[in-house]
């Protein structure tokens, strides 16, 4: 078997196997062909198609994988690392790859069917999908439009807070400690966030409304704020619909923008609010207590 040496990369040293295929000339002298394509003669050098006036291009009469022993030479010690495999086995040559077409760089909200370009809500759903205050609800539904629950609006303000492996302490007799946002309201709970809704109760599954949220949302801020703002009296046109309790909530939320009345002036205090609402809000909220966060 005639020898030669050929330059072989994406291999390691030690065994390895080559394509070759067996060739006859006329003269009857067997020849190999390599790997790249090129002609060996028998005594291993590359043959250059002129051996003893043979014209016409050689007869394949066998094609076999032939097992070969691997050699690399180790590279200059003063040589960058860049040739190294990833368990620094010896180095071996990179083959140069083409540099590929840059492709748009996909957003969390494009994940969900119910995201569309345009929506009023889509940069905010982006914004929190990707920062983990929020998952999908399946199927890959953001569902915007859907309510968002008591229990749903504490676990997002705690994710925000970075909340983890608190105790499932019962707090509320309606909240089961195995429910995933069993630590969260047990952590609201705790830092007096949420007071519950009476007898005991938190009613996790029930919608909340704008002003339930505002009110823990002003909780929330009194807590981490280093300095609250000057208040100033509501100017909604449905303000003495605001409850009592809800009231220093709404008043603070609105200085800060967090919250925002509609295109009426009205607050609507009892009304419920939705997913791609709260999206907003959140990204509101986590704007203003990290600034330096980019958009």
């Given at each position: 078997?005639?020898?030669?040496?050929?330059?072989?990369?994406?291999?390691?040293?030690?065994?390895?196997?080559?394509?070759?295929?067996?060739?006859?000339?006329?003269?009857?002298?067997?020849?190999?062909?390599?790997?790249d394509g090129s002609f060996l003669t028998s005594d291993g050098s590359e043959w250059d198609g002129t051996d003893s006036g043979e014209t016409s291009a050689p007869t394949v009469v066998m094609t076999k994988?032939?097992?070969?022993?691997?050699?690399?030479?180790?590279?200059?010690?003063?040589a960058p690392e860049d040739g190294y495999?990833?368990?620094?086995?010896?180095?071996?040559?990179?083959?140069?790859?083409?540099?590929?077409?840059?492709?748009?760089?996909?957003?969390?909200?494009d994940t969900f069917t119910d995201v569309k370009d345009g929506d009023w809500f889509r940069d905010s759903v982006n914004y929190v999908v990707s920062k983990g205050y929020f998952n999908g609800t399946g199927n890959h539904q953001f569902?915007?439009?859907?309510d968002m629950t008591r229990s749903m609006f504490v676990t997002v303000l705690g994710r925000l807070?970075?909340?983890?492996?608190?105790?499932?302490?019962?707090?509320?007799?309606?909240?089961?400690a195995d429910m995933y946002y069993a630590p969260y309201v047990s952590w609201?709970?705790?830092?007096?966030?949420?007071?519950?809704?009476?007898?005991?109760?938190?009613?996790?599954?029930?919608s909340i409304t704008r002003e339930q949220a505002a009110k823990i949302l002003g909780n929330y801020l009194?807590?981490?704020?280093?300095?609250?703002?000057?208040?100033?009296?509501?100017?909604?046109?449905?303000?003495?619909?605001?409850a009592d309790w809800a009231l220093n909530g709404v008043v603070l939320t609105t200085a800060l923008g967090i919250f925002q009345g509609d295109d009426q002036g009205k607050f609507r205090p009892k009304?419920?609010?939705?997913?791609?609402?709260?999206?907003?809000?959140i990204q509101r909220l986590d704007l203003l207590l990290h600034p330096s966060q980019v958009r």
């Open positions: 078997m005639p020898s030669a040496t050929r330059a072989l990369t994406g291999v390691r040293a030690g065994q390895a196997t080559v394509l070759v295929q067996a060739v006859k000339l006329a003269q009857d002298d067997i020849i190999l062909l390599d790997t994988e032939v097992p070969v022993t691997v050699t690399l030479s180790l590279p200059d010690s003063s495999e990833e368990d620094h086995a010896s180095p071996v040559t990179p083959t140069p790859t083409p540099t590929p077409t840059p492709t748009p760089t996909e957003e969390a909200a569902s915007p439009f859907l807070e970075g909340i983890k492996d608190v105790p499932n302490d019962v707090v509320f007799s309606d909240v089961p609201a709970a705790s830092t007096g966030l949420v007071e519950g809704t009476g007898n005991g109760r938190f009613q996790p599954d029930a009194t807590e981490n704020l280093a300095a609250l703002p000057e208040l100033s009296p509501l100017s909604y046109a449905d303000r003495d619909d605001i009304a419920t609010i939705t997913r791609a609402e709260v999206a907003t809000i």
